[in-house]
């Protein structure tokens, strides 16, 4: 035998789960006579008589309940214990309080036996246990039995649970995702006959809704390792404040911690505050006392002019320049105490705020570098693009065409809006007339489904706006629709539980999959088109066939209602959101649970997957979005800005942004990865060692570890060609100067010079033992040098491809090799930390050494020449970055920034900037004037290997063992700004603001 809500697990067995098909019998709930049967044959068989009329009374109380076989076994119980000599009478079982009665009295006397320790852990456990119904009757709920040890005295409790569990008023089971213990109460009677529970219930409904809310954030928190970002304030943290002194509701230690801690954090917050506060009062003081001082020695001046007219122009002209000088700083400092206002605003991911702040920062000229860079920080990080206003009422719904172009919208205001999301602009208006809960493109980006509150599937032709088909044999709104991915089908599911496949073209409805019995919020077809995927308000998520309609699977482990499903890009995964405040990733093959996403603190309404499938972005009642690492589980980060619950999301086609919908009227765009970024190429299963522009700054080539080499046009981000010839991985790249020949060398210790035109090999150059590890051509091109792991550089004649000279003095593996801007020197490093500047001006002097020093004491992976040839720039394994005198090798600066080995530099064109590349994934572009780091990009998920200016300046390039290259903006500050204000939504100021950061004018 098998409860009918366990038919599941052993489907997940095939051979198992054919047994289980093709043999099972369904028992369905005993009809009256059956109960009747069940009541009396047993009782009859040890000499019981049944009053007449007792049977019937027992059938009439339990009939049509669900579990109705174990009450009436526990009110047999009391029933027999209740019994004159051999008869069990109606005025017994009426004295027990019936069915339900008995339940609840034998409850009651369990708690008025116990003493006033036992009694408060009674109240506590029935609390916890207690699903409070918002606009429904309370439930059952079944919780870890963990969550309880710590509610008082554990041995108390753990008595507590035994004894009810002993009278079968509890039952015991475990967790289906960590198997760890939990608890239930036994019958939904008892919550509705124990009179005392109900007292405890009513008088302690908002406490324990807190409470809730409390225990989820509580779970979240710790599964973050108490990461302080998961943290509560403001009206929340005031409200679960009061947990802590409330007398109807206990808290168990993690929950009490992490409402201390949250405190803590926020007293945090407030001495900062009040610091900065009065760091910039202080400052403020200081810029008064200098213009004071600066108008007295204008008064001195003033006083003394008769006398000394001479000196007295002198004097004027001082004061003057000084009181410039104090306008200035007095401009630096508000510059820079606005730019650590956004820093902060950044770290708590309140972008727009901080970005609004930033570009105050900016506001004077010569802004500081601090200020520049924090306004690169706010600009590129994730967030609005744009905000699109036009809606009269909360937003339920949104979606994205196949082709990217436009966008949809569906509010409480009767309306469904097109948006054209290149220029942001409305473009289209259909009039529904009620809400529209739900929207979906055709695959074909033709037509237009609707699922809305007339219980109407509406089909638009997106051109014209004309209503081409309804589909009406929903009973309730409806609250879901998706085509297949040929578009030949929409499923839909509404309020009543119904779902339905139709024929998208014709309207006849195909399948009716029955098995919900909660609203069906969602539902999807899989990437094939051979399932469907739904989501209910009975918890569950079920897997279909979408040819048959049977069902495939029902998959139960989310503790509230499921709002949103969706199957990843490739089908193998399902994303679930729920009302719980957790998504779930399930692996459809095992229907097994693979991660639980913690980080919402409160219901979460959406979920879409990148169309990479690596992240998914998720909606949610506490008004934000998380951006999710689907491998990790872990939120990449919370994205805030809407002032109301996000009801809804979906993903660009291309990946680069996502739209959403809120309660507060407003659709968002939203940019998806770093603005800095600008098109990424991608080499699957490959590190990518090399990338290099070629001099015209149209196409890169990018070295890949499986011996090809890709050329990329950058212009129209796409591959142009790919080379073949290498049996190894690429490690260095070179373009010759006039862009004719492309030089690549490998592990295989080959060299290979490419026509770049016809992309044939000219040359292929043997000699090096060992990985080749750097290229360069001289200024002319005639010559080409090599540098190798074999310890020596080799200097090649391009044309010939005669090798015309080995160079051995390194003694140890080089590393890197670069030349002069005249040609005359070339300067190479080594993995001992030397470098050797070699003389490469004439042919008779070709290969020595003009000077040798030691740059680092560890490994130099990186050497890069300044445009005038006055610097090198060197790189290491211990992540120093130095600045050397070519002519003196006099160090000149040291740059710290990165946390591991420095692998990559180069030059910007203006020779004023450097940009370095690391192990650590980052690339830092510093500004070597004030030696300080004016952008930092962290878009590779891997070590960088190779960074390179365009000829412009304007972008940069780079490659990382994450398998991709990447092109980013460089923006100057004006560029930067003029960017922002195309790109990025730019929030004003409240009023408060701008008191609070002292931002004038103030408002009237």
Not at 65 to 70: C, D, F, N, S, T
Not at 196 to 211: K, M
Not at 602 to 613: S, T
């Amino acid at each position: 035998t098998l409860r009918a809500d366990f038919y599941d697990r052993p489907l997940l067995y095939p051979e198992f789960g054919e047994l289980v098909r093709a043999r099972t019998v369904v028992v369905l709930p005993m009809t009256e006579p059956e109960l009747e049967r069940a009541i009396v044959g047993p009782a009859e068989r040890v000499g019981l008589i049944l009053e007449e009329g007792l049977a019937a009374a027992m059938i009439a109380e339990v009939r049509d309940q669900p579990g109705a076989l174990p009450l009436l076994q526990y009110a047999l119980t009391e029933m027999f214990e209740r019994r004159e000599e051999h008869r069990l009478t109606l005025r017994a079982y009426r004295e027990s309080g019936g069915v339900a009665g008995a339940l609840a009295r034998r409850a009651d006397e369990l708690f008025t036996q116990q003493d006033e320790s036992g009694q408060r852990a009674i109240r506590q456990l029935f609390l916890r246990l207690v699903a409070i119904g918002e606009g429904a009757d309370d439930a059952r709920r079944r919780i870890p039995q963990s969550e309880l040890w710590t509610l008082g005295d554990r041995a108390t409790m753990r008595a507590i649970i035994d004894l009810y569990g002993k009278y079968r008023l509890l039952t015991f089971d475990h967790d289906p995702i960590d198997r760890s213990p939990t608890v239930e109460v036994a019958h939904e009677a008892l919550l509705r006959r124990w009179e005392r529970l109900r007292e405890w219930i009513n008088d302690s409904r908002e406490d324990v809704i807190l409470q809730r809310r409390v225990a989820l954030a509580t779970r979240e928190w710790l599964k973050q390792n108490r990461d302080d970002s998961f943290l509560v304030s403001g009206l929340r943290l005031q409200q679960y404040e009061q947990l802590l002194m409330s007398e109807h509701i206990a808290l168990n230690e993690d929950e009490i911690a992490f409402i201390q801690a949250s405190i803590a954090h926020r007293e945090r917050l407030e001495a900062e505050e009040e610091a900065r506060k009065a760091h910039e009062a202080l400052l403020e003081r200081r810029a008064r006392q200098r213009l004071r001082a600066i108008a007295l020695v204008l008064l001195i001046a003033a006083i003394v002019s008769g006398a000394f007219a001479v000196i007295a122009v002198n004097q004027s002209q001082i004061a003057e320049e000084n009181a410039a000088i104090a306008a200035r700083n007095e401009a630096e400092m508000r510059s820079v105490a606005l730019a650590a206002s956004a820093q902060r605003a950044l770290a708590d991911q309140d972008v727009e705020l901080a970005l609004s702040l930033a570009l105050e920062a900016n506001r004077s000229e010569n802004s500081p570098i601090q200020a520049q860079r924090t306004l690169a920080d706010a600009a590129y990080a994730l967030g609005t693009i744009a905000r699109l206003s036009g809606h009269n009422g909360p937003v339920y719904t949104v979606a994205i065409s196949p082709k990217g172009d436009l966008g949809a919208s569906g509010s409480t205001d009767g309306t469904v809006r097109l948006w054209a999301l290149s220029t942001r602009a409305e473009v289209g208006r259909f009039q529904l007339g009620t809400t529209p809960y739900a929207l979906d493109f055709s695959p074909d980006g033709t037509r237009l489904a609707v699922g809305g509150a007339d219980n109407i599937v509406h089909i638009f032709d997106i051109e014209t706006g004309e209503e081409l088909l309804t589909f009406e044999d929903h009973a309730a709104p409806v609250w879901t629709v998706d085509y297949s991915p040929d578009g030949s089908r929409i499923v839909s599911g509404a309020a009543d539980a119904s779902l339905y496949i139709w024929d998208a073209n014709s309207g006849e409805l195909l399948l009716d999959l029955v098995w919900h019995f909660g609203a069906v919020y969602s539902a999807e077809f899989s990437p094939d088109g051979q399932q469907v995927v739904s989501g209910s308000g009975d918890w569950l998520v079920v897997l279909w066939d979408a040819n048959s309609g049977e069902l495939i699977t029902e998959i139960d482990a989310h503790e509230d209602e499921v709002h949103d499903v969706t199957f990843s890009p490739d089908g193998q995964y399902i994303l679930s959101a729920s009302w719980d405040n957790t998504l779930i990733l399930w692996n459809v093959a095992t229907q097994r649970v693979e991660q639980q996403l913690l980080g919402h603190n409160d219901h979460v309404y959406d979920v879409a997957f990148h169309p990479n499938g690596q992240r998914a972005v998720s909606a949610s009642e506490d008004n934000t979005l998380i951006l999710w690492d689907i491998a990790s589980g872990q939120p990449v980060t919370r994205l805030t800005g809407h002032g109301g619950a996000v009801r809804s999301v979906a993903y660009a086609p291309d990946g680069q942004s996502f739209i959403s919908g809120a309660f507060d009227h407003d659709v968002r765009i939203w940019r998806a990865r770093s603005g800095a970024e600008i098109a990424e190429y991608s080499i699957l299963n490959n590190t990518i060692d090399a990338a290099v522009y070629s001099p015209d700054g149209t196409l890169a080539a990018v070295a890949a570890s499986d011996g090809s080499i890709h050329l990329w046009d950058i212009v129209n981000n796409q591959r142009t060609a790919q080379l073949t010839g290498h049996g190894r991985a690429v490690t260095a790249l070179a373009f010759s100067p006039d862009g004719r020949y492309l030089a690549s060398g490998g592990a295989d210790q080959q060299i290979i010079i490419w026509d770049v035109a016809t992309q044939t090999a000219l040359h292929t150059l043997s000699g090096h033992i060992n990985t080749i590890s750097g290229l360069a051509f001289n200024p002319s091109g005639e010559f080409l040098l090599s540098a190798s792991l074999d310890a020596t550089v080799k200097q090649w004649q391009v044309e010939s491809g005669e090798l015309l000279g080995t160079w051995t003095q390194h003694g140890a593996q080089v590393l890197d090799i670069a030349y002069m801007p005249d040609g005359q020197q070339a300067v190479s490093s080594a993995i001992d930390g030397n470098v050797i500047i070699w003389d490469t001006g004439k042919p008779s002097a070709f290969g020595e050494v003009k000077a040798r020093f030691m740059a680092h004491n560890a490994a130099v992976f990186a050497v890069a020449i300044s445009p005038n040839g006055q610097q090198i720039a060197t790189g290491s394994r211990d992540g120093e970055l130095k600045l050397w005198n070519a002519a003196t090798r006099e160090e000149l600066l040291q740059l710290e920034g990165h946390l591991k080995a420095v692998t990559a530099l180069a030059y910007h064109p203006n020779g004023q900037l450097l940009a370095s590349a690391s192990e650590d994934g980052a690339i830092i572009i510093w500004d070597l004037a004030s030696q300080e780091a004016i952008r930092r990009y962290t878009g590779h998920n891997a070590a960088v290997r190779a960074v390179s200016f365009s000829p412009d300046g304007n972008t940069l390039l780079s490659s990382a063992d994450d398998g991709t290259a990447r092109l980013w903006y460089y923006h100057s500050l004006p560029d930067l700004i003029a960017w922002v204000t195309d790109n990025r939504y730019v929030r004003p100021l409240t009023c408060a603001e701008r008191e609070q950061f002292r931002l004038e004018p103030l408002c009237e």
